[in-house]
């Protein structure tokens, strides 16, 4: 668990982070979304002490974070930057075992570990340990960015803007990556964004701040459907908001069980984890009404209409 306490950073007369205090569970991903100025990349680099705060403190697992040399501090806290930072003159491999080279382990188990987080980021070993930097696509440096700071087996990973250099198709892929990556390692991550579907489709909770203060910290469809105010109904999208909550509700939590047998034979068939945004944009694409819902065994769990789902959509 990370446990913020009215961290804040001044410049002379610049306030960057002004008195913010949250608590980050352990094996959540948490979102910091603002626009540009917001504090938001100060917030996250006071946790690993790239940026001393000028007052409060950040705990991590109950310990102060200053009762500890920043560097050490910073080898047990994975960080992730846009566009990866790889050393162009050492291979993937060697990357990747930047940290545990520094912390001492013997090379048979940094090869293990380099092997094992590739074969996890769909980089085959045999084909990529050995690769430069430059023979990589942008999406597979990106991999091999997260791989490295996963290398130490952390339980923190900062992420500061990690996929705001990728084109749409490729960003789409290495965002479902963070998400199996998480629920693979359990791991505690705080990510920096200014895109609010970024946001929402990353974060278990979304901190919302502006010029410094934390203005709203909570789970997405609380932020979708009650913003504090008027300024985080604009940022989270106050005219694309029933879309945003369709997008944050899977059909196996929204379906509606059906006699055994009732389901019609033509049915649209959906897993349980499609959005209802994508149930909906594929019944209205196909000029349907209704799907069936299915486990990843094919077993019905239910139906889902489209009037059912535009309800969904409704703010309470």
Known sequence: MIVIESLTKRYDSTTAVDGVSMTIERNSITVIVGTSGSGKSTLLRMINRLIEPTSG?????????????????????GYVIQGHGLFPHRTVAENIGTVPRLLGWDESRIRARAAELLETLQLDPAQYSEKYPHQLSGGQQQRVGVARALAAEPAVLLMDEPFGALDPIIREKAQADLLDIQRKFGTTIVLVTHDI???FRLGDRVAVMSEGRLLQYDRPEVLVTRPCNPLVARMTGSAERAMRLLSLTTAGEAAVPVAAGHAGADALVVPTSASLREVLSELLWRGSECATVVDVDGTP????????????????
Not at 301 to 316: D, E, F, N
């Open 197 to 199: 579907d970024e946001a």
């Open 57 to 77: 403190r950040v705990l991590i697992d109950d310990r102060d974070t200053v009762g500890e040399p920043g560097h050490l501090l910073r080898r047990r806290i």
């Open 301 to 316: 769990r239910g139906q889902l209409t489209v009037a059912a789902i535009l309800a969904h959509g409704r703010p309470a």
